[in-house]
């Protein structure tokens, strides 16, 4: 269970640091020698983290690591888990309502691998709460059979959905939709200005009759009559034959899974060792390989096949590098987004959706 800010600040003037060395929680490097605790409790979704990743960490520092299940959109066990890993809009979320620790950079100093905007993102500014681990980006799966050249820009891309109507889909997602209209506009993911959505809803609203929102993805496959489709890279990072996946190059959205310390950690040194572990570039390049998501940590790509590096739908374009932008939309903005995906949806005739 999530705790409430009142409980944490109940409890936040003493608390138990290492087990062989009990320490306030903010003042463990100030001096003192670190001691690493004898275990670490992970919260850890099943099959998102490689295997050699916590053997390597036992190997190597002799902590005995205990896993738990755990979901990448809340953390539970508070008090007897040590390490979540969570999305980084959940974090966002928690760091504002003081439901994660702040962690101890000095304990962490792999850190400095992290590539921007890895190393100070929107969602954890100066990374004072969190590690990321690895992230995916949104761009758009196109058949080569059906177009032989896919656009390489968003506006290229709701150009094809007015070029073939009933064939493009976008997801129910209003966020990434209109965050892509926005950039196809030239204008920031994120924005919260009004005239941005307005030059937004020049792009979306004359294609409420030709785009397709919603249906169901089929893992690495594009359903009939679909011939394009605006999704997450995650599903297609395995080539498939007859699609590539594309990751516009005007900008995209990243979304990134990270690292966090829950509140009243038990195993608080041995937390930090873990977040450093896993930012050590051999470990990087081997969860890529696991999990075929992008690694932040720089070092990590010269250990990866040149197949892994250029496969868009794991690696964004790094030549000319694409800007990558983490959700981040004001309240302001957030209202904007309603109203457009309102008109959006409201005033469209329904198309059956693909299967």
């Known amino acids: 269970m999530l705790l409430s800010g009142s409980m944490l600040l109940a409890g936040a003037c003493t608390r138990p640091g290492s087990e062989t060395a009990p320490q306030r929680f903010g003042s463990r490097l100030a001096g003192h020698v670190q001691v690493l605790d004898r275990r670490l409790v992970l919260a850890l979704p099943p099959g998102d983290v490689a295997p050699t990743t916590i053997s390597s960490f036992t190997s190597q520092l002799g902590v005995n690591v205990t896993v738990v299940p755990g979901r990448l959109d809340t953390v539970t066990d508070v008090g007897q888990t040590d390490v979540a890993l969570i999305d980084d809009v959940t974090l966002a979320g928690l760091i504002q309502a003081n439901l994660v620790e702040k962690i101890d ?73 209109i965050g892509a209209a926005l950039t196809a506009a030239g204008h920031d993911w994120n924005s919260s200005s009004s005239s941005d959505m307005a030059d937004a809803a020049d792009i979306l609203l004359p294609l409420r009759e030709d785009l397709v929102v919603g249906g169901s993805m089929v893992r ?136």
């Open 220 to 355: 690495r496959r594009l359903p009939a009559p679909l011939v394009a489709a605006l999704c997450f890279g995650e599903g297609f990072a395995t080539p498939t034959a007859g699609i590539r996946f594309v990751v516009p190059r005007d900008g995209t959205m990243a979304r990134a899974r990270c690292y966090c310390i829950l509140p009243f950690a038990p195993d608080p040194v041995s937390a930090h060792a873990w977040l450093n572990h896993t930012l050590d570039p051999a470990v990087a390049a081997a969860e890529t390989r696991y999990t075929r998501r992008a690694t932040p940590v720089g070092p990590a790509v010269y250990q990866l096949p040149a197949s892994l590096l250029a496969n868009e739908a794991i690696f964004p374009p790094a030549l000319p590098p694409v800007p990558l932008a983490f959700a981040d939309v004001t309240p302001a903005g957030a209202a904007l987004r309603a109203d457009l995906w309102q008109e959006f949806t409201a005033t469209r005739r329904r198309r059956p959706a693909p299967r």
């Open 105 to 177: 950079r000095g304990l962490v100093s792999n850190a400095k691998l992290l590539l921007p905007p890895f190393d100070n993102p929107s969602y954890d500014r100066g990374g004072r709460h969190s590690v990321p681990k690895d992230y995916v980006t949104v761009g758009f799966a196109a058949s080569t059979l059906a177009v032989p050249v896919p656009p390489s820009t968003w506006n290229g891309f709701f150009h094809l959905a007015g070029a073939l109507p009933g064939r493009v889909s976008v997801p129910p997602d209003r966020d990434v939709v």
